[in-house]
């Protein structure tokens, strides 16, 4: 799950090719994409080039679930707003998770939306995963530079809203901020916005499950990664690939 900033850009299309032939990924989730609308001929040429087996989608209240072998739908996208878009997957071993990919809005009333949303499709019969950037801190921890940190409404109703749904916030591996302003100096400011939720019927399924924070490349936030089990070997390649856009991040 990753706010990629353009996902026609080759930067994100050359990360999303190592994370599959490194971790084997079953779908994406892409924010800010910069896409109106993703197209079957992007989703035909992405899995020709990169190998993604399900693209989910959303930008600007539109969303889609994509399929394209492997993995496959339970059913058509139960929800998308925009905020988030909800759907069920059916992964290789027969089980079927429900997915909540989201981009939450800045405004903490706005964001009230979104929690009544995930009240709505929340079950104790499915594992559930809801991921994404929540724009969102709540801890002081959290963030490093600029203003103090403030346990806000918006802190406090994002607490309660995860404690409503049953979900739990697994530990991680990887950058302890997930999104960074790219400013130099004393007006660097990092933070904690990304997550990845699962819901206890879900950590049940995956004791062995993790989460890890890949690095930035191509935007200001990191991309997550939830693995469902034991992390394989990474396959590695004799050829390193260096974007000179990258030294901007």
């Known amino acids: 799950m990753w706010n990629c900033r353009g996902a026609r850009k080759k930067e994100v299309g050359h990360l999303l090719r190592d994370l599959f032939l490194r971790w084997g990924i079953s779908f994406v989730g892409l924010s800010e994409t910069l896409v109106e609308d993703l197209s079957q001929s992007d989703v035909d040429r992405w899995r020709a080039e990169i190998g993604i087996l ?4 959303r930008r600007a209240g539109r969303g889609v679930l994509r399929c394209c072998g492997g993995v496959t739908l339970c059913s058509l ?3 998308l707003s925009r905020q988030c878009v909800i759907g069920d997957v059916t992964f290789p071993d027969k089980r079927c998770w429900r997915v909540v990919f ?3 809005n800045k405004d ?7 929690w009544s949303l995930l009240a709505q499709f929340a079950t104790p019969d499915l594992p559930m995963n809801v991921g994404g950037d929540f724009n969102c801190l709540l801890r002081p921890e959290e963030r490093h530079g600029s203003r103090p940190f403030v346990y806000s409404q918006g802190s406090l109703e994002m607490d309660a809203a995860v404690a409503e749904l049953d979900l ?3 530990s991680f ?16 400011v990092l933070g904690h916005l990304d997550r990845v939720f699962v819901n206890s019927v879900g950590l049940d399924v995956i004791p062995l499950g993790s989460v890890w924070h890949l690095p930035r490349v191509s935007s200001d936030h990191c991309p997550l990664l939830l693995a469902l089990g034991q992390v394989r070997a ?6 390193i690939r260096f974007e000179d856009t990258w030294l901007s991040y």
């Open 173 to 188: 591996t990887g950058p302890a901020f997930s999104w960074c302003n790219n400013q130099p100096g004393l007006g660097r």
């Open 108 to 114: 903490a009333y706005v964001r009230r939306q979104l």
């Open 168 to 170: 739990q916030e697994p």
């Open 102 to 104: 989201v981009y939450a």
């Open 234 to 239: 990474a396959r590695q390649s004799r050829w």
């Open 77 to 79: 996208c139960r929800s």
């Open 54 to 57: 399900c693209i989910i989608h």
